[in-house]
């Protein structure tokens, strides 16, 4: 029941910054859109979650449109650490659904 | 501080066996979720507690169970395992009442094999 939608894959070029873009048509207006990664065999990792202005913190910056249906997330200068899958979420941020919906996600792969 | 501790990490079963799985949230959180991982259905919600009552289950057969402890301790069991429960178990603690989404800090996970 994921309600967004993100490319398969995506490389980036290690220093450049990396653009991964999530369409959220359907998001409400109390929803958030979240961000986690998933690097191979470990748990995911919060990245950084937005309502309707942009957001910045050590990690990326994550860029909402003004109508809120689609979001990118930016890492402003990827390493190969970087590589890994990269999930976009719309969600309350509190509610009774106790949970995370991921979706397939996009996997990015950072290219010396 | 100590992230979400979950053990084993690794853990060989046999068909038709049953498995316990454990998970120690960050102190001081008292939400537990546990979700399934497999290559072809991606991540999957199982179940989520907090002070030792479930509050949500995913849609899985009633083989998977999970418990919470008085200190938070989560355990997931799943029995009469079949070859399709080969997963990454991964556990995810959160405090209540922050904003969920910089709030949820998963584990490792337990990679599970089915032979």
């Known amino acids: 029941d994921a309600k967004t939608t993100q490319p398969p894959s995506m490389d980036c070029a290690e220093g450049r910054a990396a653009n991964l873009p999530c369409n959220h048509s359907?998001?409400?207006?109390?929803?958030?859109v979240y961000w986690y990664r998933q690097i191979h065999s470990q748990g995911p990792q919060y990245i950084i979650h937005?309502?309707?202005n942009n957001e910045t913190n050590e990690m990326a910056s994550l860029i909402i449109t003004e109508d809120r249906k689609s979001s990118t997330l930016i890492l402003p200068h990827a390493t190969l650490r970087d590589t890994a899958v990269y999930y976009c979420?719309?969600?309350?941020?509190?509610?009774?659904?106790?949970?995370?919906?991921f979706g397939a996600g996009t996997t990015v792969t950072v290219r010396a | 501080k100590a992230g979400v501790t979950q053990t084993p990490r690794y853990l060989i079963k046999t068909r038709g066996q049953q498995v316990t799985l454990s998970c120690s949230p960050i102190?001081?959180?008292?939400?537990v979720s546990w979700y399934q991982q497999t290559p072809g259905q991606g991540l999957q919600f199982l179940f989520e507690y907090f002070s030792e009552t479930q509050r949500n289950k995913g849609n899985f057969p009633g083989r998977f169970s999970g418990r919470q402890f008085s200190n938070s301790r989560s355990e997931m069991n799943v029995s009469t395992l079949e070859l399709g429960d080969s997963a990454l178990y991964l556990c995810?603690?959160?405090?209540?009442?922050?904003?969920?989404?910089?709030?949820?800090?998963f584990g490792s996970g337990t990679r599970l094999t089915v032979v």
């Open positions: 359907t998001i409400s207006g109390n929803e958030y």
């Open positions: 102190s001081g959180h008292r939400s």
């Open positions: 995810a603690s959160s405090l209540e009442g922050q904003p969920a989404g910089n709030g949820y800090t």
């Open positions: 979420i719309v969600r309350f941020p509190r509610g009774n659904d106790y949970k995370l919906s």
């Open positions: 937005g309502l309707k």
